[in-house]
């Protein structure tokens, strides 16, 4: 067998980067292994009680490994006491993102029980988005600061999937272009777009510890259930997915951004609380093994810089 040229194999060693970019090249990862706390802002809305804990064994309430390993990530929840329409937001300290980048993790959303009606106030909301100064709170009603996704626990409102903006503080309506995707722009789990979503039961260890955590998920629900989320800037353009399934698309020359930081929350869209003893414990969103990592075509650059180095040292 011939001999491979150093170029080649360099290329080569370029496209194998390209194939597993969490290893090469990622800007920022956190799988919550570890207690990193304190590289974390809470930006509380100052309107309701909350809670983040960014190293929350979810084991305690049954839910399995989202990644076959540990079984800690971020737990958020919120409104448990006060009974007042509210939520928060967090991001990770000093990070910046800018150009094209994709934004990957993966969250589970958990509820009282029974599945699909849905127990005593479950109807909150999971966020996660973009373009924030990351030390000012991102909620429904004030997301001028950012790009934010939203998605209801337990599919129980007229509008289940939501982005919020400084274009849309109270949020883009059914039908506006950025649901393009969703045919009709329904933005209700129960639309057929969504159909592919549901039939999920809570793990056997919860409904042993919560025997109220009966049924399964209505068509259209992402909860209980390890849903990969992507939120991929590219040409200006942020799209929001949900296991592969496109939600929204947004021009981001079309809104203001406060900064460059990434964002999760957490928010109840009630004024009043869940009776239930153990909402605090069940009407959670949970985050695990965040990664953000420059666009293929910007991976590509790199490899090439990398290949023009070697180059230039041979």
Known sequence: MGKVSKSRSL???????????????????E??????TANWTVNDGGTTDILADFFYDYSAIGVPSAGGG????????????????????????GQSF??????????????????GAGGSGTTQLSMMGIGTA?????????????????????????VDYRVYSSAATTGYVDGD??????????????????????????????????????????????????????IDVSGGIATWSIDGLVIATVDTGTVTL????????????????SSDPNDSLLNVTLIDNIVVTPEPASLALLALGGVTMLRRRR
């Open 98 to 115: 800018t150009g094209d980048y994709t934004v990957s993790f993966q969250m589970w959303q958990n509820y009282v029980g029974p599945l």
């Open 31 to 36: 799988n919550f292994d570890v207690d990193n």
């Open 258 to 273: 406060g900064g460059s930081n990434i964002l999760f929350g957490h928010h109840d869209t009630n004024n009043s609380s």
């Open 177 to 230: 272009p950025i649901f393009a995707a969703a045919g009709t722009g329904n933005r209700n789990g129960s639309h057929s777009y969504y159909a592919g979503f549901g039939g999920d039961s809570a793990p056997g260890d919860q409904v042993t510890a919560f025997p109220g955590q009966t049924g399964v998920t209505d068509a259209g629900e992402i909860a209980f259930a390890w849903r990969d989320v992507v």
């Open 11 to 29: 290329f080569a060693a370029g496209v194998m980067a390209l194939a597993a970019p969490t290893a090469f090249g990622a800007l920022y990862e």
């Open 70 to 93: 540990t079984t800690t990530g971020l737990k958020m929840t919120a409104n448990n006491v006060d009974g007042v329409f509210g939520g928060f937001s967090v991001s990770p300290n």
């Open 134 to 158: 990351g030390n000012v709170p991102v909620v429904p009603g004030n997301p001028n600061d950012s790009l934010m996704f939203g998605v209801t626990l337990d599919g129980g409102s007229s």
